[in-house]
């Protein structure tokens, strides 16, 4: 079904034709539609005129939600195998996700592009000992976190968007509630490590790296 933008495009149209050099204009009209959305679809011109020009995660304000359906649409950027407690086993891992499109841009680029998204899922861990050696994996999840690239320093006054990123914590209590207050209280203390590589540990993202095997 056309959408409505559509309808009212063409009623205009009818209309303009009846009056006095309608032809002329309503050519003209015509033109600049064919013009904008001549290589989409109607439901993706509508789609267009009303996505966010940032991350469909981020409102107006900077608020960040956390993605539902990473699992389905993201990709796996890798796993940290986490001990807690010096000297104690793993009993948490660490998954993070990323969407397809900033692997791409970060392949190519060497950077994670404006707008890209970083989900890490930290989870309680099961252990057993296999015949292959003792084994340890994720079980229910903790907390998320959520890093949204920022190069263009949006939200200057939000305590949640510093050094190029926007940041997130959710609990699993409550996965549409951030909990994080600011960067510097909850965020930054764990990536200071990794900050010359843009506060992203990508040392344990294989995946980002180029590869013969790609054609």
Known sequence: MW???????????????????GLIVAAIVVVLIA????????????????ADDFSPYVTKDGSISLPADYREKFLHLGTWAVATKPGKPVDEL??????????????????FPDGAVLVKEIT??????????QSTWSEDIKIWFV????????FPKNLLWAEGWGWAL????????NVATGFDTDCKICHVPAKKDDWVYVRGYQVLAKTSLRK
């Open 147 to 154: 890093m949204v690239k920022n190069s263009k320093g949006r």
């Open 35 to 50: 013009l904008g959305l001549s290589h989409q679809s109607p439901a993706s011109a509508v789609e267009a005129l009303n």
């Open 124 to 133: 309680n861990v099961g252990s057993y000992r296999m015949t292959t050696g």
């Open 94 to 111: 660490h998954n993070v996700y990323t969407r397809p499109e900033d692997i791409e841009a970060y392949r190519k680029d060497g950077r």
């Open 170 to 177: 959710f609990d699993a209590k409550d996965a549409k509630r």
């Open 3 to 21: 959408p409505l933008a559509f309808v009212l495009l063409w009623a205009g149209l009818i209309f303009v034709r009846r009056t006095i050099g």
